[in-house]
């Protein structure tokens, strides 16, 4: 079961980067975040393991298993039968970069998982991507 959304920021990719890369910032800037406790030294590279607690879900680690630097960067986490995968996408475009995040439950639990979450993590990915939108182009 796979959610994503996509959206045009008119900024740099770098800066776009900056904020995305420093994921114990992003309880600041979107309210789907509670807390984000890196388990492992920063920056992020693969490997890294982060605590993350969302509003309305378990706390859940998630590792970093790929990472292309200022471009994308794909974490995710393994329970007995399911695996949770977000993935993050920059994409420079003429006027600024589009981002496309992804959120994927697979494995024999994920329709069931995805009945009971999937509106949640649909509007989780929404409102991620719009967030970090406001907060790369400075709109309150």
Do not use: N
């Not at 984000?36 to 030294?41: G, N, Q, R, S, T």
């Not at 693969?46 to 706390?59: D, E, I, M, S, Y």
């Not at 960067?73 to 977000?86: I, M, N």
């Amino acid at each position: 079961m796979r959610y994503e959304h996509t959206v045009d920021i008119a900024a740099p990719a770098p800066s776009v980067w900056q904020v995305v890369a420093d994921i114990e910032r992003w309880p600041d800037w979107t309210p789907t975040m509670t807390t984000v406790e890196a388990l492992d030294p920063l920056p992020i590279h693969v490997g890294l393991r982060a605590r993350v607690k969302q509003p309305g879900l378990r706390p859940s680690v998630l590792t970093v298993t790929a990472l292309e630097e200022g471009r994308r960067f794909l974490w995710s986490t393994k329970q007995p039968g399911l695996t949770f995968v977000a993935d993050h996408i920059i994409v420079s475009t003429p006027e600024g970069v589009r981002v496309r995040l992804v959120a994927e439950f697979s494995g024999v639990l994920a329709p069931i998982v995805s009945a009971i979450y999937g509106k949640k993590t649909r509007s989780y990915v929404a409102t991620e991507a719009e967030s970090l939108k406001k907060r790369v182009e400075g709109v309150k």
